[in-house]
């Protein structure tokens, strides 16, 4: 079975700060692993994938994320907070079994302060 | 760049009248996929289709109906309106499901009353 646990609701940092928003994964096949933003009254948009090539991830925005096998983790990382960061950040794994199934963590707030 | 289109933008029901929700896309994706988002749920899989005539439920099906005449339209429709349907409501496409990027329309407010 699949499952995703974002480990925070919420996150709050001051502006210039390091962002890092936990995510856990459990899965008996090799994953995709997806960072999502949604910012407010928006769509999702994609920050970055993880799907079996190099570890460390680099997305837009100056985002990154590294897919820990051992730990089962997907952190997602950004050096210094933006104010333009405040969104909601949604971890999802996918993984592909003759069919594929995609479940979507329950998501984390991401609160920049000035 | 329409990308994936979404309407309407909100929308406000009774209890008990139907109603549809139209999504397009002009990538070319032969996977589409209707999802709600409800509080601290993340985003729940309702119908997904890999292709023209090609439909499947996913988590929460039940109250809605889906279509695929075309490539580029997908819409769901609401059979009977009740207020635990009250969500917001996202339509996505993507080339290959699970390993490329979705792309998500602007979704749908919808408040059932």
């Known amino acids: 079975a699949q499952s995703v646990t974002q480990l925070d609701s919420h996150v709050s940092v001051s502006e210039g700060t390091p962002v890092l928003l936990r995510c856990n994964y459990s899965?008996?096949?090799?994953?995709?692993l997806f960072w999502y933003v949604q910012h407010p009254n928006k769509g999702l948009q994609l920050l970055l994938k993880?799907?079996?090539?190099?570890?460390l991830v680099k997305g837009i925005n100056g985002f990154e994320a590294e897919f820990k096998k051992s730990e089962t983790s997907f952190h997602l990382t950004k050096p210094s907070a933006h104010m333009s960061d405040a969104a909601e950040y949604f971890c999802v794994v996918s993984v592909s079994t003759g069919g594929f199934k995609t479940i979507f963590g329950a998501g984390t707030r991401l609160f920049v302060k000035a | 760049n329409a990308g994936v289109t979404q309407t309407p933008k909100f929308q406000v029901l009774k209890t008990g009248q139907s109603m549809t929700l139209q999504c397009a896309q002009d990538?070319?994706?032969?996977?589409m996929s209707w999802y709600r988002q409800d509080p601290g749920m993340g985003l729940r899989l309702i119908h997904y289709?890999?292709?023209?005539?090609?439909?499947d439920q996913g988590e929460v099906p039940n109250g809605y109906n889906v279509s695929r005449s075309t490539t580029e339209d997908f819409p769901l429709r609401l059979l009977s309106a009740a207020p635990s349907q009250t969500s917001v409501y996202f339509c996505a496409s993507s080339l290959v499901p699970g390993r490329t990027e979705a792309f998500f329309g602007q979704g749908t407010r919808l408040t059932v009353v």
């Open positions: 899965s008996s096949y090799s994953p995709s």
């Open positions: 993880y799907t079996s090539a190099a570890t």
């Open positions: 990538m070319n994706h032969e996977y």
């Open positions: 289709s890999v292709g023209a005539g090609i439909t």
